[in-house]
C-alpha cells in the first residue's frame, strides 16, 4: 500500500490543522495505522494511532486532547485533526501502516510510511 500525507502548512499558535492520508493500492482500512513527527534535531514520535479494522484510537499524553484521528473508508484516507497547536507542534508530520491489527507505538513495527508533510507552529 502506498501512503501520501498532505495538508501541512504555516499556522500560529492556538490554531488549528488537519492532515491527511490518502492510500493507494490498498485497503487502508485493514491496518492500523499511525502518524508520527519528527522535528528539527529530534528523533521521529508517534502522535497518534487507530487500530486495524475500526475506529479506536491511542495517543501519547503530550498530545492526549488536542489531536484526534479518524478513518474515512470510502475515501480510504485517514485524518488528524490538530486543535491547540504549539510551537513544539513544528515537525515533519508523517502516516504509516502496520499489519499489527491492534496497532502498535514504535515504529519498528510500521509498514508503509508516507512522504511526509510540515506543520509549522508560529508563536
Known amino acids: 500500500v502506498q501512503l501520501q500525507a498532505s495538508g501541512g502548512g504555516l499556522v500560529q499558535a492556538g490554531g488549528s490543522l488537519r492532515l491527511s492520508c490518502a492510500a493507494s493500492?490498498?485497503?487502508?482500512?485493514?491496518?492500523?495505522v499511525g502518524w508520527f513527527r519528527q522535528a528539527p534535531g529530534k528523533e521521529r514520535e508517534f502522535v497518534a494511532g487507530i487500530r486495524g479494522g475500526g475506529d479506536s484510537t491511542y495517543y501519547p499524553d503530550s498530545v492526549e486532547g488536542r489531536f484526534t484521528m479518524s478513518r474515512d473508508n470510502v475515501k480510504n484516507t485517514v485524518y488528524l485533526e490538530m486543535k491547540s497547536l504549539k510551537p513544539e507542534d513544528t515537525a515533519v508530520y508523517y502516516c504509516a501502516a502496520t499489519r499489527l491489527p491492534l496497532g502498535t507505538v514504535l515504529e519498528q513495527y510500521f509498514d508503509y510510511w508516507g512522504q511526509g508533510t510540515l506543520v509549522t507552529v508560529s508563536s
Open positions: 493500492g490498498g485497503t487502508l482500512s485493514r491496518y492500523a
